[in-house]
């Protein structure tokens, strides 16, 4: 007995004939999303203090169970490395692409043809007051990641947790392609 490929009819494969599928590429341009400010856990006081805060940022484009839709998450952990050790973690999710009707996602490349790696995280210890802006964490060089980058404002002057301590993150420019088979 043959095997049935995933969307293959049975009365297509008992015929011999394949199913007719169409696809539909979307161009999807760079895209900078709201600056997300994670909650304060109740720990430490709300101020970094100038304490080196270790901050660690998540980024995931997430296919809805039905492959029909795209989220952006992004997850934000930025702990105080000594005296009261405030804390703030957060996660929040973006829409970012739902296919036509009937149709569902099946790749998404950079405009070379490049498998996105559609996970991306980033870790460092923040010294100063100013915004950090950096790249994405996976640089490989044939599966690049979605992530253009990153704008982390981590320590401020004065109280900061759950307030204004945060992340901008900023997608590459992308190419969504989805089938839809009859």
């Known amino acids: ?25 979307a161009t999807m341009p760079l895209r900078v999303f709201d600056k997300f400010v994670p909650p304060w856990v109740r720990q430490g006081n709300k101020d970094f203090s100038g304490h080196g805060l270790r901050v660690q940022v998540w980024a995931q484009l997430r296919s809805n169970q ?26 929040r999710s ?29 870790t460092y210890t923040d010294i100063d007051h100013a915004d950090d802006v950096m790249g994405p964490g996976v640089t490989s060089a044939a599966h690049p990641s979605f992530v253009q980058q990153y704008r982390v404002t981590g ?23 989805s089938r839809r088979c009859t």
């Open 1 to 25: 007995m043959t095997a049935l490929a995933l969307g293959t009819s049975l009365s297509a494969a008992a015929e011999g004939s394949a199913p007719a599928c169409t696809y539909r590429q």
């Open 66 to 91: 039905s492959q029909t839709a795209l989220s952006l998450w992004v997850t934000m952990i930025a702990t105080e490395t000594r005296s009261d050790w405030t804390k703030v973690n957060g996660t």
């Open 94 to 122: 973006y829409p970012f692409y739902t296919a036509p009707p009937g149709y569902r996602i099946r790749t998404v490349t950079d405009h070379i043809d490049r498998t996105l790696n559609r996970s991306d995280f980033r």
């Open 155 to 177: 320590d401020t002057n004065g109280i900061e947790a759950g307030s204004r301590t945060g992340v901008t993150t900023t997608t590459k420019g992308m190419v969504i392609t």
